[in-house]
T-cell receptor
Framework: EDQVTQSPEALRLQEGESSSLNCSYT??????LFWYRQDPGKGPEFLFT???AGEEKEKERLKATLTKKESFLHITAPKPEDSATYLC?????????????FGGGTRLMVKP | DSGVTQTPKHLITATGQRVTLRCSPR?????VYWYQQSLDQGLQFLIQ???????AKGNILERFSAQQFPDLHSELNLSSLELGDSALYFC?????????????????FGEGSRLTVL
């Protein structure tokens, strides 16, 4: 069974204080690993797809990296508007369709 | 705005009742997904349709059913409701039915339907 574990569950940062969020996964062959951002009362919003170990993707203050067992979402000099829940998800090679297995998320709070 | 429309936004009902949640995907998207998000279970995949046909099924309860209509909108029917069915139900859509290295596999999520069962 595919599993995704995210840590920490919650993270409080001061504005400008860089940090990383962790996503550990077990999957029977990885087709893709995804990062989504979810604001309160909203649906998840796509950030990145990573396909293979060693791959990196960047968007503004966010950088996602991937190894064979985990992914990191690095947040550089965060701003209050980066406050949200960040969700990691995997899709297995054997999965039919486009089924994603999500982790529990990391709730990020950035204080000014 | 993702372009995915879900109705109703909020729904309060009693145990044993039946409800229908509706989803209109983004214009041009052929694939529709239903996810359930609860505090203790996180975001759980229920079912996927592609161009009217079931494509993938998750841990969807037998009391739940879904369909995608010719105009591509989808409905999720929840029956014999229990207290534990209280959750946010999200619909998402995508152009293609699956992820390849030539696309990001991005799903566009609606804002969800919050179901409260009393």
């Amino acid at each position: 069974e595919d599993q995704v574990t995210q840590s920490p569950e919650a993270l409080r940062l001061q504005e400008g204080e860089s940090s990383s969020l962790n996503c550990s996964y077990t999957v029977s062959g990885l087709r893709g690993l995804f990062w989504y951002r979810q604001d309160p009362g909203k649906g998840p919003e796509f950030l990145f797809t990573l396909y293979s170990a060693g791959e990196e993707k960047e968007k503004e203050r966010l950088k996602a990296t991937l190894t064979k067992k985990e992914s990191f979402l690095h947040i550089t000099a965060p701003k209050p508007e980066d406050s949200a829940t960040y969700l990691c998800a995997v899709q297995a090679l054997l999965n039919a369709g486009n089924m994603l297995t999500f982790g529990g998320g990391t709730r990020l709070m950035v204080k000014p | 705005d993702s372009g995915v429309t879900q109705t109703p936004k909020h729904l309060i009902t009693a145990t044993g009742q039946r409800v229908t949640l509706r989803c209109s995907p983004r214009s041009g998207d052929l694939s529709v997904y239903w996810y359930q998000q609860s505090l203790d279970q996180g975001l759980q995949f229920l079912i996927q349709y592609y161009n009217g046909e079931e494509r993938a099924k998750g841990n969807i309860l037998e009391r739940f059913s879904a369909q995608q209509f010719p105009d591509l909108h989808s409905e999720l029917n929840l029956s014999s409701l229990e207290l534990g069915d209280s959750a946010l139900y999200f619909c998402a859509s995508s152009v293609r039915p699956g992820l390849t290295t030539k696309n990001t596999g991005e799903l566009f999520f609606g804002e969800g339907s919050r179901l409260t069962v009393l």
